[in-house]
């Protein structure tokens, strides 16, 4: 009996033994299996998450054709710190200026989240093609951002200040460049000696001002008094429209715009890519455009590039600052993405401080972030130094009338048709004013 009781323990000891060796064997091969969770989340500590199969997340993202390989790294970092999920990134080219009608062509197959420029942020709403901010992420981009670029991200609804949309770059505007070979800084003060001394060197300054309202604006921003307003209901839908450029001071300017199209050293049927030929070639000493052109120019004429804010014009016998649109591009979510939560966090991540960094030091692009703003790099880059001079007094692009932009654009038409632009006569150039505002008016 006490052999048959000794036999019972010891067998008993060696199945408590095998146990507990299988138990310790688990617990090593489960941390095993992911051991970049903790030191990723900054904790050492295992959760049973750590053993949940990565989810697969799909994002489609469209950007401009500048910003696809910037744009490509930084979503490629933001999946490198998630690896608690596993990302599929689509991108899709498309220009922030036409962003809002690629994608209310048909919103609920749209991006999950792409960049549009500021004055698209209405319509887009309206038709659900954007996602509110709220929580963390509305806390984040306020503390985050200059005032003025989240003024831009928000609409007023039933008298609430919404934010829908997250800044992303803040100098989406024009300003001159121009060759210092050709021009000193005190020449290019005044558009009327820029032409006399191109004229002179037989060479070119580029202002587009046909075929584009949004360029051909700064003459009429020139006089304060020129102006649109729009009136919107809860729905944000226009309700009216007013616009004064049909006055005697609209006709100033248009006199002004017929003897500037007469000058032979303008161009102004010209696009970026003419402009770069242009400047390439040696015609060009000087043009208005963006920090989207900065490195083709910069490569260009090197040292002598420089940069200056819009200069005067003689408008109306008297010599008036150019003013022009200041708008910024943003970053939205599809109200229709099946990934919003992903979407929003991708878009924070986008335009978060070391982001807005890196596309100011890859491209050039200036920051709304106001860590990024204050930094020395930024304060003394002579392109965004100047566009922050000129974000002082140029009219915000926010409330711009959806009517606004096809009949500006055609306005110069007889200038570029006409043989000697001259012969177009002040009736014609007031018929030209009541038909813009009448296409614009509501």
Request: net charge negative.
């Amino acid at each position: 009996m006490n052999n048959l009781k000794k036999l019972i323990a010891v067998l008993l000891c060696l199945v408590l033994a095998a146990g507990l060796l299988a138990a310790c064997s688990g617990g090593g091969d489960n941390q095993g299996s992911n051991p970049s969770s903790g030191s990723e989340s900054g904790s050492g500590d295992k959760t049973p998450a750590d053993d949940t199969p990565k989810e697969k997340i799909t994002l489609t993202v469209w950007c401009s054709q500048e910003d696809q390989a910037m744009t490509k790294e930084m979503c490629q970092a933001y999946a490198e710190a998630n690896p608690q999920n596993t990302y599929k990134f689509l991108f899709g080219v498309q220009s922030e200026s036409d962003a809002a009608d690629k994608v209310l062509n048909d919103p609920e197959s749209g991006p999950d989240l792409f960049s549009f420029a500021s004055d698209q942020i209405n319509k887009l709403i309206q038709a659900g093609a954007l996602a509110r901010l709220g929580g963390t992420y509305l806390d984040s981009v306020k503390a985050a951002d200059s005032a003025e670029s989240v003024d831009a991200c928000t609409v007023k609804i039933d008298g609430e200040d919404r934010v829908y949309a997250y800044p992303c770059t803040g100098d989406n505007t024009y300003f001159m460049y121009y060759d210092k070979s050709v021009f000193t800084e005190n020449d290019v003060k005044s558009l009327d000696k820029m032409l006399e001394i191109a004229k002179q060197k037989n060479k070119l300054v580029a202002f587009k001002l046909y075929d584009d309202g949004w360029y051909l604006s700064s003459f009429f921003f020139a006089d304060p008094e020129l102006k649109y307003s729009v009136t919107y209901d809860k729905d944000l839908t226009e309700t009216a429209i007013s616009i004064n450029y049909d006055s005697a001071k609209g006709l100033e300017v248009m006199k002004a715009l017929r003897g500037y199209f007469a000058n032979s050293a303008l161009s102004s049927n010209v696009d970026d890519s003419k402009i770069i030929a242009g400047i390439q070639s040696g015609t060009i000493a000087a043009c208005v455009t963006g920090t989207w052109n900065r490195t083709a120019i910069k490569d260009a004429w090197g040292n002598n590039m420089a940069t200056a804010v819009l200069p005067t014009a003689t408008i109306g016998g008297r010599e008036v600052k150019l003013n022009g649109f200041f708008g910024y591009k943003l970053y939205g979510v599809n109200g229709y993405s099946k990934n919003k939560a992903e979407a929003h966090k991708l878009a924070l991540w986008l335009t978060n401080e070391a982001n807005q960094l890196k596309r100011f030091q890859t491209r050039g692009l200036g920051p709304t972030n106001k860590t990024v703003m204050q930094s020395s790099q930024v304060k003394s880059d002579p392109i965004i130094s100047v566009v922050l001079q000129e974000a002082a007094y140029f009219r915000s692009q926010k409330g711009v009338p959806s009517t606004y932009w096809t009949p500006m654009g055609s306005l110069t038409k007889q200038f570029v048709e006409a043989d000697d632009p001259m012969t177009v006569t002040d009736a014609t150039l007031q018929e030209l004013l009541n038909s813009l505002c009448s296409q614009i008016r509501k």
